[in-house]
Every structure is written in C-alpha cells, then in structure tokens.
C-alpha cells in the first residue's frame, strides 16, 4: 500500500534526523541537504539508501542529483510503488537449512513473517 505525503515526511525527517544529527522541527521541505542540513555526496547516497529500506522503496540513481531539497526528496518518494518483500524465496532459502541451532533463526523469520510461510507448501 502507498504512503501519503506526511508519512513519508515523517519516515523521510526521521531519517535525516538520524543521520545527519540535525533536529526533527529544524527539517523543512526547503531544507537543502548540502547547504542547509550539512550533508555531503556520501550522506546524500546514504540517506537515499535508508528512505529506500524504510519505505522498501527503489530511487532510480538519475533521479537522486535532482533531488535536492527535502520536499523533492518526498514528492518523489510519494510517487514509487513499494516493492514486494520476497519472503518466499527466503523462506525457501531458510527451510534447507538442517542444523538445530540455525532452526532458532527460522522460527524467529516464522514468527515474523507467518503470512508467508502460511502459503508455503509442506512436505
């Protein structure tokens, strides 16, 4: 399901919060990552990296030098579809595995993830 503008202003602020160490309610949309929040070309691809993985989004690599405002960085991300999670295949990937200690680490994504090993078949 898509994300309306003020919750990916919000996911967008509370990364660049996080990462930039700049307070929350000192973000605008105006804000421009390099002159105003004091970020580099590192932290720009950094940033764009953790909207990506918290929206479970995928910013197209041309789009990014154009997006240098916060509120372009948001009505962008508005428009992208999230991806679907490929759980099945990892949960695939998890089931090979025989070792009992690593059967503690497939019964944690279980109970994360019950939607998707409900549709897996048994054997």
Known sequence: MAMN???VKKVVIDVLSKHLGVRPNEIKDTSRFVEDLGGDSLDIIELVMAVEEALNINIDDGQIQKL???GKLIDYTVTLKPEPKDYMKTAVQLRMIKNKS??????????????AFAKMKTR
């Open 5 to 7: 503008r003020g919750q």
């Open 68 to 70: 240098t405002t916060v």
């Open 102 to 115: 690593d059967r503690n680490v497939i019964n944690n994504f279980r109970g994360k993830h019950k939607k």
